[in-house]
């Protein structure tokens, strides 16, 4: 299984960004996808999940109504929309496979910490400043 993640720029303050996570080795509607991201001298912060069919999709609240995920199965390919981007949005975002389904974030959406993620992708770097 391979992630690659690709979409990362040098962004202002309030502009938009969609994220890709190119998938090989497994078909994308078989398995739940999380994008993650960690900022300079900060802890990973888990950020959204989407499990294999029939889909759900989870976003923590932190960010909620500014990061959608999706799926286009047809390129194997998960994205993280974001909009109304914030300077604390600064960060290498990195998508991931979960074998747990996104079930940490079922109850109450707080906290998705990653536990369950047995890939990893390399990361792509998000900058928003003016």
């Known amino acids: 299984v391979e992630l690659v993640e690709s979409g990362g720029d040098l962004v202002q303050p309030g502009g938009s960004l969609r994220l890709s996570c190119a998938i090989s080795?497994?078909?994308?509607?078989?398995?739940?996808i999380g994008w993650f991201r960690q900022a300079s001298g900060k802890e990973r912060e888990g950020l959204s999940c989407i499990t294999d069919v029939p889909e759900l999709k989870y976003v923590v609240q932190a960010v909620e109504g500014r990061f959608t995920i999706s799926r286009d199965t047809s390129k194997n390919t998960v994205y993280l929309e974001m909009i109304n981007l914030k300077p604390e949005d600064t960060a290498t975002y990195y998508c991931?496979?979960?074998?747990?389904?996104?079930?940490?974030?079922?109850?109450?959406?707080?906290?998705?910490?990653?536990?369950?993620?047995?890939?990893w992708g390399r990361g792509t770097q998000v900058i928003v400043s003016s």
């Open positions: 991931a496979k979960d074998e747990l389904n996104c079930a940490e974030l079922y109850d109450d959406g707080l906290v998705f910490t990653g536990t369950g993620v047995d890939y």
């Open positions: 080795g497994l078909a994308s509607e078989h398995v739940a």
